[in-house]
């Protein structure tokens, strides 16, 4: 999820700073910190106990086309000619007093079909489970690459937050010593006080936004405690590469979550032809053996039994379950296609817009540092001009405001393009967002 605005930046001005920096912790790189998140994060691990799941319902689904053993065993005390008569169904049995024992085997030997139907819907749904836990790990990738841009991001802020207390705490006090040697006025001294204390503010502000940063860095991560992590620049900022149809092309191929639906709604579809096949006879093979040791007074059965045959189903009437299982699952597949259509229009889009804004932001880069130089430029010729008597300290006192400023937005317009290319990771389903 995308973190608050990065309004903010890397220290970009020169001078000793007044504040001391925060205490130092652990050094952590980008790759450390998404590696440390996929290995420690809950939600991986609970992708991990979705996808054995979905597995053994694969398992579940095949099982009917293996034999199916078990292991009966009966004992009935019953008087001598005893009958079991109205029992709901055609039928008049002697019910014999014994205790009995064995073993009932079946086989199918044909659905036509519907059980390999079953099979394979299971099997869908299982690779939709698989690309649903590839979207995890991606959406925690991309967590945590925001958490720590954003903590890079503040870090910035508050050395830019050091760095403007040190040259306004200068300048207070030359303009103090100019003031008492009657070379400047009380004004002068207000303004440049004025500016040092928002300063001083502006400090404390950055100060705590990359504490919140650094504690959102650990959640990120999955760590339920706070560690002073700190976290490291990248040695270059990546250029753009390829074009837009390469980007598509990746995206309609790697994407999890496109993936996910894709199989969704393969599986919809095996799900329809199955229950089409609902329809079709079925054909058991059945064997029974065993043995019935005890036998009441009176009563003669052999010692062992083996029994077998062959059990045609054909399903005739249903009340309407079939047909209506069948229109349902139609219905359900024809929805899962248009919803995988819409969602590939719509992953289209979204890559479109994002690859434009990743090309937006790196090109920003190089406006925000010209404005970023430019205000360098003024800065040091208005205080040059003021330590002449041509420029007041209002001039000044706006030149450092606008370097200060174009130094935020030029870090800003780095993290928003690191920003913008993790969002475009995120859509292509890769590592890298350059194909």
Known sequence: MMRAA??????MLAGTAVAAPPEQGTALTLAAAQEIALRNHPLIRGAASDVEAAEQAVLIARAPLYPQISLNAVQTVASNGSRIAAIGGLTDPTVIERGSAGVAASQLLSDFGKTESEEAASRSEAEATISQGRLTAAQIVLNVSQAYYAALDTAGLAEVARETLSQRQVLLDQVSALARAKLKSSLDVSIAGGDRDEARQFLIDATSQHENALASLSEALGDPDFRPYVPQPPAAIPQVTGNLQQYL???????????ASTAQSEAARQ????????????????????????TGAGTKLDSTYVVGGLVLRVPLYSGGALSADARRADAQAAAAGYQLEEQRNR??????????DVRAAYDNIAVTRSILDNAERALRLTRASYQIGASSIVDLSEAQLRRTQAAIANTDATYRYLLQRAALDFLLGVST???
Request: proline share 7%; no cysteine.
């Open 347 to 356: 992953l289209r889009r979204d890559v479109h817009a994002a690859f434009d």
């Open 271 to 294: 799900r329809a032809q199955a229950a089409h096949k609902a329809f079709y006879p079925e054909i058991d093979a059945l064997a029974y053996a065993g043995g019935t040791p005890e």
């Open 433 to 435: 967002s350059s194909p």
């Open 249 to 259: 092309d990746v995206a309609l191929t790697a994407n999890p979550a496109l993936r």
């Open 6 to 11: 990065f309004a903010l930046g890397l220290g």
